[in-house]
C-alpha cells in the first residue's frame, strides 16, 4: 500500500455522506457534491475522495486529467486509486469564494477560462459543469480549472455560457455589488437550476445539468 493509499484509508465517509474522521496529516479544503478534497499537510497536493455512491467517477476523471496532461489551467495528477485522486493542490480561492469575499473578478480572467476550455475541447473534449466553485483564481490572479469529471459527456452543458452572460449583462454593471453573501449565491443557484430544469427536459440536445 502506498503512503497516499494509507491516508485514503484514514478517511471515514458515512453511509450519508457525512465526514466521520480523517487522518492529521490532511487538512480538508473542499465539499463537492461527490467528493471531499483535503490538501496534504506540508505538500503541494491534494487528494479527492470520492463518496461511495460516487466513487466509479474517480477512473472516468483521472482518464479526462490525462487527456488535459500538459495544458497548464488543469492539476496534474500524481496518483489515484478506485476512490481517489491525487493532484496538485492549487493555491487560491474559488470564483465563488472571491465574489463572497468582494474580490473583483476581471474580463480578463474570464477570457483566460475560455481559452483553457478551448484548449480542452482541442483535446476532443466537451468541457461541462463549469461553475463558480470549479474555477480557482490563484494569488497571482491567473485561473485554473479542477473537477472534469464531466469533461466527456455528450450533451452540450450551457453553465458556462449562462454565467458569462450574467456577468456582462449583471456583474459588471456599476450599481451592482461585488460583494455578495455565500447564501445568496446559493439561493441564486438553487433558482437557476430549479427554472431551467423542465426546460433541459424538453431540449435535451443542447442543455445539460
Ligand atoms: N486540486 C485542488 N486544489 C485546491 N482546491 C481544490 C482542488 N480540487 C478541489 N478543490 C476544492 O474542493 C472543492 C470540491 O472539489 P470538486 O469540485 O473536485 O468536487 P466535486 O464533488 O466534483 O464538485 P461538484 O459539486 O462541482 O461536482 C472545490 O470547489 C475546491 O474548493
Ligand atoms: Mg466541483
Known sequence: MNIYQTLVETVIISNKNH???????????????SAFVFRIKASNLAIKIF??????????????YRAL?????????????SNYIVMDYIEGDTIFDCVTQGTTITPEQ?????????????????????????????PKGRIMLIDVARFRQEKNCMQWRH??????????????????????????????KKRLLPFYRSNRKS???
Do not use: C, M
Open 110 to 138: 474570464l477570457k483566460e477560462v475560455d481559452y483553457a476550455l478551448s484548449l480542452a475541447a482541442d483535446q476532443k473534449l466537451n468541457p461541462s459543469d463549469i461553475h463558480l466553485r470549479n474555477i480557482i483564481i490563484t
Open 51 to 64: 463518496f461511495p455512491a460516487y466513487k466509479d467517477l474517480a477512473k472516468e476523471e483521472v482518464e479526462v
Open 69 to 81: 496532461r500538459g495544458i497548464p489551467y488543469f492539476p496534474t495528477v500524481h496518483d489515484s486509486g
Open 163 to 192: 454565467l458569462k452572460t450574467a456577468y456582462h449583462h449583471i456583474y459588471k454593471k456599476r450599481f451592482f455589488p461585488k460583494k455578495i453573501p455565500a447564501i445568496v449565491l446559493n439561493i441564486i443557484a438553487f433558482i437557476y
Open 19 to 33: 465526514l466521520i474522521r480523517y487522518s492529521d496529516s490532511l487538512k480538508l479544503i473542499g465539499i463537492g457534491r
Open 207 to 209: 442543455y445539460s445539468s
